[in-house]
């Protein structure tokens, strides 16, 4: 007689996907890459705003950052919602609700808003002086980085010709911000997409004393091996923008 094989039961490996710090499912699980621990994305998060340390094994992540050393994990999420029934349809039904309980009351707010997670101030009207918005007094409890150390960078445009041979790029009108040291040259393009109406297949190059910054690189980076390093001892510290140029 063949021998029957043991039904599985979700529960078998919860060991597997469930949260240390919550106790429940893994939604949006986020490894710690240092030891490869996985948390909540929420849970992790919140965690690391009073510790630097791993809070499963105890290892330091990161001596000023750890939230650089982590990592969604897309796969992972995939696996939990097929093993547990309707998990993905609440979730997505509890942040539905959450949107609309907390959905921006005007549509300038709805990009003020975005701006703010990326740890960048708004980037709504172009009217008005320069002063005001860079203080950070508005930013409430929707700036989600008010608590990083902050930088005073100026974005300067470069009138080059890029992709298309002609030059869609203007400058800002208001060039000086101040944002979080933490921000990456990916979140700073993103801003300036926002912020100029860009299409989104459009590419910029970031520049810095006229080196061409990767999209990782964070500001504190840049301005302790590019700027500061470079003897300029000036600030805030200058970064130029232009349409990226196809060699090819």
């Known amino acids: 007689m063949a021998a029957t094989g043991r039904k599985h039961l979700v529960r078998d490996f919860n060991h597997f996907i469930t949260c240390y710090l919550c106790r429940g499912y893994l939604i949006k699980p986020t490894t710690v890459t240092e030891c490869l621990h996985t948390f909540c994305k929420s849970c992790i ?116 010709t890029g992709q298309s041979g002609e030059s869609t790029v203007t400058d800002l009108m208001k060039r000086f911000i101040r944002c979080s040291s933490r921000v990456t040259v990916g979140t700073i393009k993103k801003f300036l997409s926002l912020k100029l109406k860009l299409p989104s297949s459009y590419e910029l190059d970031v520049l810095c004393n006229g080196e061409i910054m990767g999209r990782d690189h964070t500001l504190e980076f840049i301005y302790m091996t590019r700027w500061r390093l470079h003897g300029e001892n000036t600030y805030p510290m200058v970064l ?3 349409p990226r140029i196809d060699f090819g």
């Open 240 to 242: 130029e923008y232009r």
């Open 45 to 160: 998060v919140q965690h690391f705003e009073d510790s630097n340390d791993c809070p499963k094994c105890g290892i330091q992540v990161h001596e000023t950052n750890p939230l650089e050393m982590l990592r969604l994990d897309n796969t992972l999420e995939e696996i939990i919602f097929k093993l547990v029934p309707g998990l993905r349809e609440k979730e997505e039904q509890q942040e539905l609700e959450f949107w609309k309980k907390n959905q921006p009351k005007a549509n300038g707010q709805a990009e003020s808003l975005r701006c703010q997670r990326l740890g960048l101030p708004d980037v709504g009207g172009d009217g008005g002086d320069g002063g005001g918005d860079d203080d950070g007094d508005d930013g409430g409890d929707d700036d989600y980085h008010r608590s990083d150390p902050q930088i005073a960078i100026c974005l300067d445009c470069l009138r080059n």
